[in-house]
T-cell receptor, first 114, second 111 residues
């Protein structure tokens, strides 16, 4: 079965540093997403991306976050100046359509900000 | 926004037992998925089930959309079934893109 792949699986960064998390969505999918899960809490939606632009973003997705599809296969999440509270598991996901189909999740990237 | 409530929050069972996990949601949905989060944090997609019944091996799920709930059944539990089970929904008609997750059911299967 096709998979969403994410890199790195774990990253430790100093507070204030920029971090880029990378994702390769499933090849024929058109919608891409980032979600976040703080340790011990539920998974929260950050942003969706379609047709090379943000489709929807949550209140969590403030100015320190940005997303990009730099080429035909990668989808990235950038955190400009990391804070301690950005420590979380970040999941990338993709789907063929916005509704009415399975949204497939990657294995996640653990981000630890020290 | 839509509310998703899962019960029970915690469940401890012996290997071989059967279990039923419940997900209630506050509005109509056009996407409902069940996930298993394993001890390494990976989200494993179990079912896409906005309505009806599906089965996959020892797992099955039923969603009654008109009554706004879904049930996940696990039969003959194994220790590898341990982890957190999440229900996630996408409300219909509102144009939202992001799934709303419940807080999960933490399942522990003891040998």
């Amino acid at each position: 079965e096709p998979e969403v792949t994410q890199t790195p699986s774990h990253q430790v960064t100093q507070m204030g540093q920029e971090v880029i998390l990378r994702c390769v969505p499933i090849s024929n999918h058109l919608y891409f997403y980032w979600y976040r899960q703080i340790l011990g809490q539920k998974v929260e939606f950050l942003v969706s991306f379609y047709n090379n632009e943000i489709s929807e973003k949550s209140e969590i997705f403030d100015d320190q976050f940005s997303v990009e599809r730099p080429d035909g296969s990668n989808f990235t999440l950038k955190i400009r100046s990391t804070k301690l509270e950005d420590s979380a598991m970040y999941f990338c996901a993709s789907s063929v359509r916005r509704t009415g189909n399975t949204i497939y999740f990657g294995e996640g990237s653990w981000l630890t900000v020290v | 926004g839509i509310q998703v409530e899962q019960s029970p929050p915690d469940l401890i069972l012996q290997e071989g037992a059967n279990s039923t996990l419940r997900c209630n949601f506050s509005d109509s949905v056009n996407n409902l998925q069940w996930f298993h989060q394993n001890p390494w944090g990976q989200l494993i997609n179990l079912f896409y089930i906005p309505s009806g019944t599906k089965q996959n091996g020892r797992l099955s799920a039923t969603t009654v959309a008109t009554e706004r709930y879904s049930l996940l059944y696990i039969s003959s539990s194994q220790t590898t079934d341990s982890g957190v089970y999440f229900c996630a929904v996408l409300p219909s008609g509102g144009g939202a893109d992001g799934l709303t997750f419940g807080k999960g059911t933490h399942l522990i299967i003891q040998p």
